[in-house]
């Protein structure tokens, strides 16, 4: 060893494999950006459903969270990932429109967001909750109906609530993406596992990978802290 | 970062339902109903594999619980003075401990571990040093690199925890501990360390579960936990689905456990109030 960092081995172009990693890191953001929304539809969902629906609704709806949360990410990425694949590959087969290759980042965004819909269920079903009571009954007494109450009073009072745990589980998106490297989707890790096998650097680039992860865990966290600020104006800091 | 949160993520002690509330008609129509999906799945798929791997899944189950304990205990010491660092501790020991936190929590765990196996696996090698040292038949496996990465991140998390949790003993306890004349080390060994321990309880089994819900990363770097052995009949046997849902089956067990332990732990522990 002449020289213990061969930075060149970074570069963007061709023989360099930064391009190689930084394409992997955007495939990453997009898929936590793809799998944390559908997480967020599927968790007001859940979280509406959990609160306000029928018995056998929250019974369902209690398996899901709790299946999820009791079940490492890693398996049920495998489970969905090949399960979920299958079954729409089958489905479309009973309608009669043949097979469908499906992406490896739709299946990612699909994994990730079921995954995440578990744990914004609980953290939104937390946050709908901490709304005092007699706000929402001060608005059923003005005669507000019960569409005009969510959008006028519970939301936004549940918002400051529910934007700390929902932060946690952007971050969490972010690094859940890594998983997807054992399916083997190209997303950050797996590539940089490929060049660090191909140019045996390993150091260099899984410090670096870290190192793209780690600067996108403090812009979320600014970005995070401007949200935050603004959704807690007029709020009594508590503690 | 927002750590009052994080433990709401993993499955908690009230997430498992009490038996006398069960059952109710609708829940005995699902019940039936569930029965009949797992008797199905029971029926319908093969299942014939299953008594060949049973002893290699018992060996599995054994590692990754070996692994849950050993890097829970390990990280629970570092995260100790990780906490304690951060809260009372020099700049000179408060900035390395923050900055540890945030890098370790910045950066998924599975880069951390394949950084460590196939990084320093790659590196040691090189200095004769170690090659003769009497830890390179350690070195030379797997399961070192998996322990080191597990106990790094949870003394990372639970370190950030611990901070909060120190930092949260009612400063007159400690003042009164004080006035009756207590040393340093005595009024930490007697009042801050079990106050705090106490606080991060229901934290700590969020905690612990996410662990558990780690371990089977160290399958990746060959390491033959349970989720190495299931991985192994699936590459044998051909088959998808029966595999996966068994070893589903089985964290959910484990999970269980862990989530009844802890309750009993947190019962056994007389509390006034919130």
């Not at chain 1, 403090?218 to 949200?227: D, E, F, Q, T």
Request: charged letters at 15%; glycine letters at 10%.
């Amino acid at each position: 060893m002449d020289s213990f960092v061969n930075w060149s081995l970074l570069a963007l172009s061709a023989p360099g494999w930064g391009g190689v990693l930084l394409q992997g890191f955007l495939h990453s953001i997009e898929i936590a950006l793809g799998g944390y929304a559908l997480g967020l539809l599927l968790g007001v969902g859940g979280a509406f459903g959990k609160l306000y629906g029928g018995p056998v609704l929250r019974d369902l709806l209690e398996c899901y969270t709790t299946v999820v949360r009791a079940v490492p990410e890693l398996v049920l990425i495998l489970l969905l990932y090949y399960a979920g694949t299958d079954l729409l590959n089958q489905l479309l087969g009973l309608v009669g429109l043949g097979t469908v290759d499906i992406s490896g980042l739709m299946a990612g965004v699909f994994v990730i967001g079921v995954v995440q819909g578990a744990y914004s269920t609980e953290v939104l079903r937390g946050a709908i909750k901490a709304v005092p009571a007699g706000q929402i009954e001060a608005a059923r007494a003005y005669g507000m109906s019960p569409a005009k109450v969510l959008r006028r009073i519970t939301l936004p009072a549940m918002l400051p609530h529910a934007i700390p745990g929902l932060a946690n589980l952007w971050l969490i998106a972010t690094k859940d993406t890594a998983l997807l490297a054992v399916v083997g989707f190209a997303e950050l890790t797996l590539v940089t596992r490929q060049a660090a096998g191909a140019t045996k650097a390993y150091f260099l680039f899984f410090c670096a990978a870290g190192a793209l992860y780690l600067a996108l865990t403090l812009v979320s966290n600014l970005v995070i802290g401007v949200i935050e600020r603004h959704a807690r104006q007029g709020f009594v800091e508590q503690r | 970062m927002n750590n009052e949160t994080t433990h709401a993520l993993a499955l908690s002690p009230e997430d498992i339902p009490k038996a006398e509330s069960f059952f109710k008609p609708h829940r005995i129509v699902l019940i039936i109903l569930f029965v009949g999906l797992v008797l199905s799945i029971a029926i319908l798929m093969r299942w014939d594999w299953l008594p060949r791997y049973l002893p290699q899944l018992g060996n599995g189950i054994l590692v990754s619980l070996a692994m849950l304990f050993t890097t829970s205990l390990l990280g629970f010491l570092i995260a100790v003075p990780l906490g304690l660092a951060q809260v009372t501790g020099p700049w000179f020991l408060k900035v390395p401990a923050r900055l540890f936190c945030t890098v370790i929590r910045g950066t998924p765990l599975l880069l951390q571990l394949w950084l460590l196996y196939y990084g320093l696996g790659s590196l040691f090698p090189q200095f004769p040093a170690i090659r003769q040292s009497f830890l390179w038949p350690y070195l030379r496996e797997a399961w070192p690199y998996g322990i080191a990465a597990l106990t790094i991140s949870f003394a990372a998390y639970e370190g950030e925890v611990m901070r909060g949790a120190f930092a949260g003993v009612p400063k007159g306890e400690l003042e009164a501990a004080h006035a009756y004349g207590m040393g340093r080390w005595t009024l930490f060994r007697r009042i801050w360390l079990p106050r705090a321990v106490h606080r991060a309880l229901p934290t700590l089994t969020g905690e612990t579960v996410l662990q558990l819900k780690s371990t089977p990363l160290v399958a990746t770097i060959t390491v033959v936990d349970v989720y190495a052995v299931i991985s192994k009949v699936r590459q044998e046997t051909y088959l998808t689905y029966e595999p996966l849902l068994l070893l589903a089956l089985v964290y959910m067990c484990l999970t269980g456990l862990l989530v009844l332990a802890f309750r009993y732990l947190e019962n056994r522990i007389p509390t006034r109030g919130a």
